[in-house]
Every structure is written in structure tokens, then in C-alpha cells.
């Protein structure tokens, strides 16, 4: 997996319990390779497979995993707290297009709303 940017002071993943969940979901290597991408988050570095999700705010990125010709996604936010918080995971069926389904955004949204409420 290549980087993008350097290292720095590893930071803590956090999860929404229902982005946890849906995770779990997830086949194993997709799980395998979205926990070596978030680790190299947590340690300040980009990975290959993420990429700014925009009209969300600065901050909230998004992973693309593909495994055995599905798309896996896991979306994450920098710029709550101090720690790497994972707000959403999903698997992408749209089969028209690379852009993120509408619903999947605006649950992200909705998430991190309430996440920034919730640590206020």
C-alpha cells in the first residue's frame, strides 16, 4: 500500500456502533484491507484507496475497497476531537457511476451532526 504523506503520532480510531456493524459485514480480506488503510490514518498517512469526500466539509474522507468485483466503502472523519472516527460503512451496488449514492451522503451527514453534538 503506498503513502502519500509523512508519518506522524499514531492517533485513535473511533466508531459509530452502526458503521461498526455494517463493517462487520464486510468479507474478510475488504475488512482486512480497510483496517490497514485506517491504521495508516491514525498514523498520518493517506492511503491509495482514500479520497476527500467533498460537500461534507473539510476532513471527511472515504475508502474504497474493492474485493472479488464488489465495492466496499468506509467513510471517516479528521476533524472531530482528536481521533480518526469512522462514521460509515457500506457496500456500494450502484452500478451507474463512481459517485457516492446520494442516501449514503446524507447519512453521513446526518452522522456527523450528531457526532459533533454528541462530543460537544
Same mark, same amino acid.
Given at each position: 500500500?503506498?503513502?502519500?504523506?509523512? %508519518?506522524?503520532?499514531? #492517533?485513535?480510531?473511533?466508531?459509530?456502533?452502526?458503521?461498526?456493524? =455494517?463493517?462487520?459485514?464486510?468479507?474478510?480480506?475488504? /475488512?482486512?484491507?480497510?483496517?490497514?488503510?485506517?491504521?495508516?490514518?491514525?498514523?498520518?498517512?493517506?492511503?491509495?484507496?482514500? *479520497?476527500? +469526500?467533498?460537500?461534507?466539509?473539510?476532513?471527511?474522507?472515504? +475508502?474504497?475497497? *474493492? =474485493?472479488?468485483?464488489?465495492?466496499? #466503502?468506509?467513510?471517516?472523519?479528521?476533524?472531530?476531537?482528536?481521533? %480518526?472516527?469512522?462514521?460509515?460503512?457500506? /457496500? *456500494?451496488?450502484?452500478?451507474?457511476?463512481?459517485?457516492?449514492?446520494?442516501?449514503?451522503?446524507?447519512?453521513?451527514?446526518?452522522?456527523? *451532526?450528531?457526532?459533533?453534538?454528541? +462530543?460537544?
Amino acid at each position: 500500500m503506498t503513502t502519500k504523506t509523512r %508519518v506522524r503520532d499514531t #492517533r485513535k480510531i473511533s466508531w459509530i456502533a452502526a458503521a461498526r456493524k =455494517d463493517f462487520t459485514d464486510f468479507p474478510p480480506k475488504a /475488512q482486512h484491507r480497510a483496517a490497514e488503510a485506517l491504521t495508516l490514518v491514525a498514523d498520518g498517512a493517506t492511503p491509495d484507496i482514500a *479520497k476527500p +469526500l467533498t460537500n461534507l466539509g473539510s476532513g471527511v474522507w472515504e +475508502l474504497a475497497i *474493492k =474485493d472479488r468485483g464488489d465495492a466496499y #466503502r468506509v467513510v471517516y472523519a479528521l476533524h472531530i476531537g482528536d481521533e %480518526v472516527w469512522v462514521v460509515h460503512a457500506f /457496500q *456500494k451496488k450502484s452500478k451507474t457511476g463512481i459517485a457516492t449514492p446520494r442516501t449514503e451522503i446524507n447519512l453521513v451527514r446526518e452522522r456527523i *451532526k450528531r457526532l459533533k453534538e454528541a +462530543l460537544a
